[in-house]
């Protein structure tokens, strides 16, 4: 096998593993913690409610302008993003032919795609309050 077989498989093996160890361990914490529960209810030993309700997952939904302020820094940052991909197309001695600017315009879409739903997202919570 040579390195245009061994680069790619590598490459996605960091993939996987950056997004499935971190989901791994907080499986693996969750359970740990819910095993304690169960010895501790086994025993007879009374659990606080609000653990329990820590523990299950209560999660409240985060607020509307929240979600809008959190969507709108997402896109200024995939904005600036492409702006830098950009400025280092030109930069190289490449100029737009240099393989920078495929990444500048899928940055900038999303940027672009964000910055529009974020007002979108505030242009609703504006009508709602």
Same mark, same amino acid.
């Given at each position: 096998m040579g390195p245009e077989i061994i680069i790619p498989f590598t490459f996605f093996f960091f993939l996987g593993a950056v997004i499935l160890v971190p989901i791994w #361990? $907080? %499986?693996? &914490?969750?359970?740990? &913690?819910? $095993?304690? !529960?169960?010895?501790? #209810? %086994?025993?007879?030993? =009374? !659990?606080? =409610? *609000?653990?329990l309700q820590q523990i299950t997952g209560a999660v $409240?939904? +985060? =607020? +509307?302008?929240?979600? *809008?302020?959190? &969507? #709108? @820094?997402s896109g200024v940052v995939l904005v600036a993003l492409a702006g830098g991909f950009t400025a280092a197309a030109f930069l190289?001695? @490449?100029g737009a032919d240099s393989g920078f600017i495929v990444p500048a315009v899928i940055l900038g879409a999303l940027g672009a795609a964000f910055l529009m739903l974020a007002i979108v997202d505030y242009s609703t919570t504006k009508k709602d309050e």
């Open positions: #361990l $907080k %499986e693996r &914490t969750r359970q740990a &913690t819910l $095993k304690i !529960v169960q010895d501790s #209810l %086994e025993k007879g030993q =009374p !659990v606080d =409610p *609000a653990l $409240k939904a +985060p =607020p +509307p302008a929240d979600r *809008a302020r959190r &969507t #709108l @820094g190289a001695d @490449g």
